[in-house]
Antibody
Framework: QVQLVQSGAEVKKPGASVKVSCKASGYTFTNYYIHWVRQAPGQGLEWMGIINPSGGSTTYAQKFQGRVTMTRDTSTSTVYMDLSSLSSEGTAVFYC?????????????WGQGTLVTVSS | EIVLTQSPGTLSLSPGERATLSCRASQSVKSSYLAWYQQKPGQAPRLLIYGASNRATGIPDRFSGSGSGTDFTLTISRLEPEDFAVYYCQHYGSSPVTFGGGTKVEIK
């Protein structure tokens, strides 16, 4: 079955960077886009961007442009999301989610989420 | 950017009752690109409906979606105890992908 398994919780200081991983299994990794979604405590869902695991191309939400980098490692079927310049209000859960064979597809499988706590 | 506005913010209902959730888009969207998700506390969201009215794999038929243009609806025909959760609509037809603010369905 399709599974997305994310790395564990992190605690970071303001100004630091965090790198979250998302390991895919149960399907052909390079055939499906992966999205990243942010959720602040008690808040809604916020799309951060998308990566094509096949060629590595990315599109980022304007809000995160310049601070986020999404990469992939096809040898391990893993996608990474690197977020820099974390702010003290930046505590959130980050999810990876599988899209489809095309960009315009819903998110049919999600990782379990990774809590990133930003605190001095 | 397409802004999605969900209403009401909170819906207080009893098990067995019918739930009607609304999602309004800031401009007309293709129905093909409107989805609904369910999220329970401490869990990742789960895809319920895609293409405005198509149930995702394994979703019970008490969940149904409808609508077109700027107005979309998620209906839960008879609420089961496990249906009390937060529901989000999503537009995935263009970049950026956007989500509504969510509707919480709580036990009355």
């Amino acid at each position: 079955q399709v599974q997305l398994v994310q790395s564990g919780a992190e605690v970071k200081k303001p100004g630091a960077s965090v790198k979250v991983s998302c390991k895919a299994s149960g399907y052909t990794f390079t055939n499906y886009y992966i999205h990243w979604v942010r959720q602040a405590p008690g808040q809604g869902l916020e799309w951060m961007g998308i990566i094509n695991p096949s060629g590595g191309s990315t599109t980022y939400a304007q809000k995160f442009q310049g601070r986020v980098t999404m990469t992939r490692d096809t040898s391990t079927s893993t996608v990474y999301m690197d977020l820099s310049s974390l702010s003290s209000e930046g505590t959130a859960v980050f999810y990876c989610a599988r899209g489809g064979l095309e960009i315009k597809t819903p998110f049919d499988s999600w990782g379990q989420g990774t809590l990133v706590t930003v605190s001095s | 950017e397409i802004v999605l506005t969900q209403s009401p913010g909170t819906l207080s209902l009893s098990p067995g009752e019918r739930a009607t959730l609304s999602c309004r888009a800031s401009q007309s969207v293709k129905s093909s690109y409107l989805a609904w998700y369910q999220q329970k506390p401490g869990q990742a969201p789960r895809l319920l409906i895609y293409g405005a009215s198509n149930r995702a794999t394994g979703i019970p038929d008490r969940f149904s979606g409808s609508g077109s243009g700027t107005d979309f609806t998620l209906t839960i025909s008879r609420l089961e105890p496990e249906d009390f959760a937060v529901y989000y609509c999503q537009h995935y037809g263009s970049s950026p992908v956007t989500f509504g603010g969510g509707t919480k369905v709580e036990i009355k």
